[in-house]
C-alpha cells in the first residue's frame, strides 16, 4: 500500500462523514458526548463497526474535535479500513497544534500505515517528532528501528533497539527486530540467543514462543519449530491459529502426513470457521495435488454448498483443464450473484484463454465494476486489451496492477518488455531499479539493469549477480543476446557457458541447453564452435526443421553459402516452402548476386504468407538494390502496415521518403521511431541525423550523425554526412577532416565530387 498513491485524499474521509449526514436526523436528541463516550465504550467491547458509527455521528456534530477524528480512524484501523482511516488521521494532524491529548497517538498510528506502506522516510519523521516528546516512548523506538532497518540502516536500526531494551529487556517487539538485524547481519547464533533471552524473561510466554518457533522455521531448523508450536498447542488445544502455523511448517517441510493430519484436526476442532474447514484443501491446491484437492472440495460442497468452497472447487476444475465443470459453476455462481467477483475473474481467465479478448475485456471490466482495486483483474484486463489492439488501455490498466502491488513480478516484466521492445530503455532500467529488495536478483531485472545501465564494464558484484541470472534462468541469453546481451556475454558469460557444456555433455537429448549454448557461442564470437554444436544437434537430429533452419541462418552469416544452401534444402524435405526456408534461399542468392533468382523467391513468399511483415521488409530492400524506388517503397510500407516495430524496414522507407520523395515530416516520424528502438545501431542515427540535416536542423543532426560515427567509425558514408553538417553549422575546420576521412575511406564514394567541391569551399573560408 502506499499513501501517496492507495489512499485517498481527505476529501475522501470528509465524504464519507458527509454521506452520513443524511441519516442523523433521527438521532438530534443525542449529543456530542453521548455518541463519544458510546463510541469508546463499543471499542472496548470489541463493536468496531457499531463504534464507528457514533464517532463518524461524533465528528460530524464536533468538525473540530481530534480525539473524535482519532477514535474514528482507530476504529477504521480495527476495521481493516485503512484507505479511510488514512485522510482521516492526515487531517487531524493537519489541525493538530501537538498539545492535544491525541498528539503521539495520531502520529504514532500515521507512522504504521507508512511502514506498512514501506514509505519509511514520512514514518521516520513522525517517530522522530514522537520521541522529541516522549523520549521512552517504547512503540516509537520499536516503530523506529524498524524504519531504519528498511531504510537499509543497520546501525542506527540496532541503536534504537539497544536503547528499547535497555528500559524493558524483556520488550519482545525490541527482541524480534534485534534478532531480525543479527539474522540479515548472517550472525544466526546472536539471533537465536536473543530470542532465548525473551522466552526466558517472559517465562516462555506464548508470544515469545512462538516468535522464536517462527525464527526456527526462517532459519530450517523444522524440528526445533515444530517442538515450540506442539507445546503451544498442548498448552492450548483449541488455538487454531498456533495449529494452522504448525499444518505449514510441515507442508513447507514437505511432510506431507504430518500436514495432513495437522489440517484434518484443525477442521474437526472448528466445524464452523471456515478457514479451518477448508485447510486442507488449501494445503492441497498449495502443493499442486490437484486430485486430492478435487475430491476434498467435492466432499465438502456436498456436505456445505457455500459460495467459497464452491469457487475453490471451480478454482481447482480450471486449473486441472476440466472447464466445462469449471464454466458450469463458474456460471451457476454468477446466476445466484452476479457481483461475484472471484467466479467473474475466473470466467474471464477462461475467456482469455480460450482468445475470446473482447468478452474477457468485458468480464474483467465487470469485475472492476465491484472492486476498483484488485490488482489482478487490473491486470488481466491490460493483457485482454492489448490482445484487442487497445494498447494504450492495456499499459493504463497494467500501470495501475503495479500501482496496487509493487511485488507482481508479472505486471512488472509486461512493462518492462512493453518499454524494452519500443527502445525506450531507461523506462524499462528505471521499473527494473524499482523492485521490492526481496525480487531485486530475480533473473529478468538483473539481465535488464545489465543491458540498460549503460555501464560498459561491471563490478565482480554485479559479474556474480549476472552469472547467477544466466544460470538460474538460461533461456534469458536466447531472449536478449540479439539485443544487447550480447557484449556482456562475451565479456562474463564464461562460467554459464562451462556449466552449459557441461549440461550439453550429461544430457546430449536436452535440446532447450544445446540451442542456449548455440546462441552463447555465437554472441561470444565463437562462431566455429557454435556451428560444429549445430551440425552435431543436426547429426542426431536430421529431420529436426529448427536446428535445421538455425544451422542455414549460421551458415549463412559466416559466408559459408553452398553448406547453408544445402541446409536449407534439406530442411525443405522436412517442411516444404516453409517461409524460414523461402527466406533463406533468398538470402543466399541475393548475397551470390542473383538477383532475380532472389526477387522470384520473395515474389512467391508475400503471396503466400501475405502477413509475414520480415518478408516484405527483406523485398523492399532487394527492390531498393534493383534500384526500383517505387516498389521499394510500397513494400517497406506494407512492412510497416504488418508490424510497426519494424524497425529495419521503418528506417529504410525513412530515408527513401526523405531522399527520392522529399516527405521530410513522415520520413522524420519513422526514423526517430525506428532509433528509439536500437539508438546503438549507427544506421538508424545516420539516417535519423540525415533527415535533420535536409530539414536543415543542424544541431540535431550533429547530434545524431556523432552518434552514427561513433557506432560505425569505418564507414564513409557516415562520415560525409557528418562532414556536410558540421559545414552547415559552420564547424568548418572539423568539416575538413571529416570530407578528408570520408574520401580516403572510400574515393569511390557516390557523392565523391560533391565531397571535393564542399572542402575546396571550406578552404577557402578557412585561409
Same mark, same amino acid.
Request: net charge neutral; charged share 25%.
Given at each position: 500500500?502506499?499513501?501517496?498513491?492507495?489512499?485517498?485524499?481527505?476529501?475522501?474521509?470528509?465524504?464519507?462523514?458527509?454521506?452520513?449526514?443524511?441519516?442523523?436526523?433521527?438521532?438530534?436528541?443525542?449529543?456530542?458526548?453521548?455518541?463519544?463516550?458510546?463510541?469508546?465504550?463499543?471499542?472496548?467491547?470489541?463493536?468496531?463497526?457499531?463504534?464507528?458509527?457514533?464517532?463518524?455521528?461524533?465528528?460530524?456534530?464536533?468538525?473540530?474535535?481530534?480525539?473524535?477524528?482519532?477514535?474514528?480512524?482507530?476504529?477504521?484501523?480495527?476495521?481493516?479500513?485503512?484507505?479511510?482511516?488514512?485522510?482521516?488521521?492526515?487531517?487531524?494532524?493537519?489541525?493538530?497544534?501537538?498539545?492535544?491529548?491525541?498528539?503521539?497517538?495520531?502520529?504514532?498510528?500515521?507512522?504504521?500505515?507508512?511502514?506498512?506502506?514501506?514509505?519509511?522516510?514520512?514514518?521516520?519523521?513522525?517517530?522522530?517528532?514522537?520521541?522529541?516528546?516522549?523520549?521512552?516512548?517504547?512503540?516509537?523506538?520499536?516503530? %523506529?528501528?524498524?524504519?531504519?532497518?528498511?531504510?537499509?540502516?543497520?546501525?542506527?536500526?540496532?541503536?534504537?533497539?539497544?536503547?528499547?531494551?535497555?528500559?524493558?529487556?524483556?520488550?519482545?517487539?525490541?527482541?524480534?527486530?534485534?534478532?531480525?538485524?543479527?539474522?540479515?547481519?548472517?550472525?544466526?547464533?546472536?539471533?537465536?540467543?536473543?530470542? %532465548?533471552?525473551?522466552?526466558?524473561?517472559?517465562?516462555?510466554?506464548?508470544?515469545?514462543?512462538?516468535?522464536?518457533?517462527?525464527?526456527?522455521?526462517?532459519?530450517?531448523?523444522?524440528?526445533?519449530?515444530?517442538?515450540?508450536?506442539?507445546?503451544?498447542?498442548?498448552?492450548?488445544?483449541?488455538?487454531?491459529?498456533?495449529?494452522?502455523?504448525?499444518?505449514?511448517?510441515?507442508?513447507?517441510?514437505?511432510?506431507?502426513?504430518?500436514?495432513?493430519?495437522?489440517?484434518?484436526?484443525?477442521?474437526?476442532?472448528?466445524?464452523?470457521?471456515?478457514?479451518?474447514?477448508?485447510?486442507?484443501?488449501?494445503?492441497?491446491?498449495?502443493?499442486?495435488?490437484?486430485?486430492?484437492?478435487?475430491?476434498?472440495?467435492?466432499?465438502?460442497?456436498?456436505?456445505?454448498?457455500?459460495?467459497?468452497?464452491?469457487?475453490?472447487?471451480?478454482?481447482?476444475?480450471?486449473?486441472?483443464?476440466?472447464?466445462?465443470?469449471? %464454466?458450469?459453476?463458474?456460471?451457476?455462481?454468477?446466476?445466484?450473484?452476479?457481483?461475484?467477483?472471484?467466479?467473474?475473474?475466473?470466467?474471464?481467465?477462461?475467456?482469455?484463454?480460450?482468445?475470446?479478448?473482447?468478452?474477457?475485456?468485458?468480464?474483467?471490466?465487470?469485475?472492476?465494476?465491484?472492486?476498483?482495486?484488485?490488482?489482478?483483474?487490473?491486470?488481466?484486463?491490460?493483457?485482454?486489451?492489448?490482445?484487442?489492439?487497445?494498447?494504450?488501455?492495456?499499459?493504463?490498466?497494467?500501470?495501475?496492477?503495479?500501482?496496487?502491488?509493487?511485488?507482481?513480478?508479472?505486471?512488472?516484466?509486461?512493462?518492462?518488455?512493453?518499454?524494452?521492445?519500443?527502445?525506450?530503455?531507461?523506462?524499462?532500467?528505471?521499473?527494473?531499479?524499482?523492485?521490492?529488495?526481496?525480487?531485486?536478483?530475480?533473473?529478468?531485472?538483473?539481465?535488464?539493469?545489465?543491458?540498460?545501465?549503460?555501464?560498459?564494464?561491471?563490478?565482480?558484484?554485479?559479474?556474480?549477480?549476472?552469472?547467477?541470472?544466466?544460470?538460474?534462468?538460461?533461456?534469458?541469453?536466447?531472449?536478449?543476446?540479439?539485443?544487447?546481451?550480447?557484449?556482456?556475454?562475451?565479456?562474463?558469460?564464461?562460467?554459464?557457458?562451462?556449466?552449459?557444456?557441461?549440461?550439453?555433455?550429461?544430457?546430449?537429448?536436452?535440446?532447450?541447453?544445446?540451442?542456449?549454448?548455440?546462441?552463447?557461442?555465437?554472441?561470444?564470437?565463437?562462431?566455429?564452435?557454435?556451428?560444429?554444436?549445430?551440425?552435431?544437434?543436426?547429426?542426431?537430429?536430421?529431420?529436426?526443421?529448427?536446428?535445421?533452419?538455425?544451422?542455414?541462418?549460421?551458415?549463412?552469416?559466416?559466408?559459408?553459402?553452398?553448406?547453408?544452401?544445402?541446409?536449407?534444402?534439406?530442411?525443405?524435405?522436412?517442411?516444404?516452402?516453409?517461409?524460414?526456408?523461402?527466406?533463406?534461399?533468398?538470402?543466399?542468392?541475393?548475397?551470390?548476386?542473383?538477383?532475380?533468382?532472389?526477387?522470384?523467391?520473395?515474389?512467391?513468399?508475400?503471396?503466400?504468407?501475405?502477413?509475414?511483415?520480415?518478408?516484405?521488409?527483406?523485398?523492399?530492400?532487394?527492390?531498393?538494390?534493383?534500384?526500383?524506388?517505387?516498389?521499394?517503397?510500397?513494400?517497406?510500407?506494407?512492412?510497416?502496415?504488418?508490424?510497426?516495430?519494424?524497425?529495419?524496414?521503418?528506417?529504410?522507407?525513412?530515408?527513401?521518403?526523405?531522399?527520392?520523395?522529399?516527405?521530410?515530416?513522415?520520413?522524420?516520424?519513422?526514423?526517430?521511431?525506428?532509433? %528509439?528502438?536500437?539508438?546503438?545501431?549507427?544506421?538508424?542515427?545516420?539516417?535519423?541525423?540525415?533527415?535533420?540535416?535536409?530539414?536543415?536542423?543542424?544541431?540535431?543532426?550533429?547530434?545524431?550523425?556523432?552518434?552514427?560515427?561513433?557506432?560505425?567509425?569505418?564507414?564513409?558514408?557516415?562520415?560525409?554526412?557528418?562532414?556536410?553538417?558540421?559545414?552547415?553549422?559552420?564547424?568548418?575546420?572539423?568539416?575538413?577532416?571529416?570530407?578528408?576521412?570520408?574520401?580516403?575511406?572510400?574515393?569511390?564514394?557516390?557523392?565523391?565530387?560533391?565531397?571535393?567541391?564542399?572542402?575546396?569551399?571550406?578552404?577557402?573560408?578557412?585561409?
Amino acid at each position: 500500500m502506499n499513501p501517496r498513491s492507495t489512499f485517498a485524499s481527505y476529501r475522501t474521509g470528509v465524504f464519507v462523514l458527509a454521506a452520513l449526514a443524511l441519516c442523523c436526523g433521527c438521532h438530534r436528541n443525542r449529543t456530542f458526548d453521548d455518541n463519544y463516550k458510546d463510541g469508546l465504550k463499543s471499542m472496548q467491547a470489541g463493536k468496531y463497526q457499531a463504534a464507528r458509527v457514533l464517532f463518524e455521528r461524533a465528528s460530524l456534530q464536533s468538525p473540530g474535535n481530534l480525539e473524535a477524528q482519532y477514535q474514528l480512524a482507530l476504529a477504521c484501523l480495527k476495521l481493516k479500513d485503512d484507505v479511510t482511516a488514512y485522510p482521516i488521521l492526515r487531517n487531524a494532524e493537519e489541525h493538530d497544534h501537538g498539545n492535544s491529548s491525541v498528539s503521539t497517538s495520531i502520529r504514532l498510528e500515521l507512522a504504521k500505515l507508512y511502514l506498512a506502506a514501506k514509505e519509511y522516510e514520512p514514518a521516520q519523521k513522525r517517530l522522530l517528532w514522537i520521541l522529541q516528546r516522549e523520549p521512552n516512548n517504547k512503540a516509537a523506538h520499536g516503530l %523506529l528501528a524498524t524504519t531504519y532497518a528498511g531504510l537499509a540502516h543497520p546501525e542506527e536500526a540496532a541503536q534504537e533497539v539497544d536503547q528499547l531494551l535497555a528500559a524493558d529487556p524483556s520488550n519482545l517487539q525490541g527482541r524480534v527486530l534485534m534478532a531480525a538485524i543479527e539474522l540479515h547481519a548472517k550472525n544466526g547464533a546472536e539471533a537465536e540467543k536473543v530470542l %532465548l533471552q525473551g522466552v526466558q524473561l517472559s517465562n516462555r510466554s506464548t508470544d515469545s514462543l512462538t516468535a522464536l518457533a517462527s525464527f526456527y522455521q526462517l532459519v530450517g531448523q523444522v524440528a526445533k519449530s515444530a517442538d515450540l508450536y506442539q507445546e503451544l498447542v498442548k498448552r492450548d488445544p483449541k488455538d487454531i491459529r498456533t495449529r494452522m502455523r504448525l499444518g505449514w511448517l510441515y507442508a513447507r517441510a514437505g511432510d506431507k502426513g504430518s500436514a495432513e493430519k495437522v489440517f484434518r484436526d484443525i477442521a474437526d476442532l472448528a466445524p464452523k470457521d471456515q478457514k479451518a474447514v477448508l485447510a486442507l484443501a488449501t494445503y492441497y491446491m498449495s502443493v499442486s495435488d490437484w486430485h486430492n484437492a478435487t475430491n476434498e472440495l467435492e466432499r465438502l460442497v456436498k456436505k456445505s454448498p457455500d459460495n467459497q468452497t464452491r469457487n475453490m472447487l471451480a478454482d481447482v476444475y480450471f486449473f486441472t483443464g476440466r472447464r466445462a465443470d469449471a %464454466l458450469k459453476l463458474t456460471d451457476q455462481l454468477i446466476s445466484e450473484n452476479n457481483q461475484d467477483t472471484r467466479a467473474r475473474m475466473r470466467r474471464g481467465m477462461m475467456l482469455l484463454q480460450g482468445q475470446q479478448y473482447e468478452d474477457a475485456v468485458g468480464e474483467f471490466t465487470h469485475v472492476l465494476y465491484y472492486q476498483s482495486d484488485l490488482a489482478p483483474a487490473h491486470y488481466f484486463l491490460a493483457s485482454a486489451s492489448m490482445s484487442t489492439g487497445n494498447e494504450q488501455i492495456a499499459l493504463q490498466h497494467m500501470d495501475r496492477a503495479l500501482q496496487l502491488s509493487k511485488a507482481m513480478i508479472p505486471a512488472r516484466l509486461w512493462l518492462i518488455d512493453y518499454h524494452f521492445s519500443r527502445g525506450d530503455r531507461e523506462g524499462a532500467l528505471a521499473l527494473a531499479r524499482e523492485t521490492p529488495e526481496s525480487q531485486k536478483e530475480t533473473p529478468e531485472f538483473v539481465v535488464i539493469r545489465v543491458i540498460c545501465g549503460g555501464e560498459t564494464t561491471l563490478t565482480l558484484d554485479q559479474q556474480s549477480e549476472f552469472q547467477r541470472a544466466l544460470l538460474a534462468k538460461p533461456k534469458l541469453i536466447l531472449d536478449y543476446a540479439d539485443v544487447g546481451l550480447a557484449p556482456y556475454l562475451k565479456l562474463y558469460g564464461g562460467p554459464v557457458r562451462d556449466q552449459l557444456e557441461q549440461l550439453v555433455k550429461t544430457r546430449p537429448d536436452f535440446r532447450p541447453a544445446q540451442s542456449i549454448l548455440t546462441k552463447m557461442l555465437e554472441a561470444q564470437g565463437k562462431q566455429d564452435q557454435a556451428l560444429a554444436e549445430l551440425a552435431k544437434r543436426v547429426e542426431a537430429n536430421p529431420k529436426s526443421y529448427g536446428d535445421l533452419i538455425a544451422l542455414a541462418k549460421l551458415q549463412v552469416k559466416t559466408g559459408r553459402l553452398p553448406q547453408a544452401r544445402d541446409t536449407l534444402q534439406k530442411a525443405n524435405l522436412v517442411r516444404a516452402s516453409a517461409a524460414d526456408v523461402m527466406l533463406g534461399m533468398e538470402e543466399i542468392d541475393e548475397a551470390s548476386g542473383n538477383l532475380d533468382e532472389a526477387l522470384s523467391y520473395l515474389q512467391e513468399l508475400t503471396q503466400k504468407f501475405p502477413n509475414v511483415s520480415d518478408a516484405w521488409g527483406r523485398l523492399g530492400a532487394l527492390q531498393e538494390k534493383r534500384h526500383s524506388t517505387g516498389a521499394a517503397i510500397a513494400a517497406y510500407e506494407k512492412a510497416v502496415q504488418l508490424n510497426p516495430h519494424n524497425v529495419i524496414a521503418a528506417n529504410n522507407l525513412a530515408w527513401l521518403l526523405a531522399t527520392t520523395q522529399g516527405d521530410l515530416e513522415r520520413a522524420l516520424g519513422l526514423a526517430k521511431k525506428a532509433h %528509439l528502438a536500437d539508438p546503438s545501431n549507427g544506421g538508424l542515427s545516420d539516417t535519423l541525423g540525415w533527415i535533420y540535416f535536409k530539414m536543415g536542423n543542424y544541431p540535431e543532426a550533429l547530434t545524431a550523425l556523432g552518434d552514427a560515427v561513433k557506432a560505425t567509425p569505418d564507414d564513409a558514408a557516415t562520415r560525409y554526412h557528418l562532414g556536410m553538417a558540421q559545414s552547415k553549422a559552420g564547424r568548418d575546420h572539423e568539416a575538413i577532416a571529416s570530407l578528408q576521412t570520408a574520401l580516403k575511406m572510400n574515393p569511390h564514394l557516390p557523392e565523391a565530387n560533391e565531397i571535393r567541391t564542399e572542402m575546396s569551399l571550406l578552404a577557402k573560408s578557412v585561409r
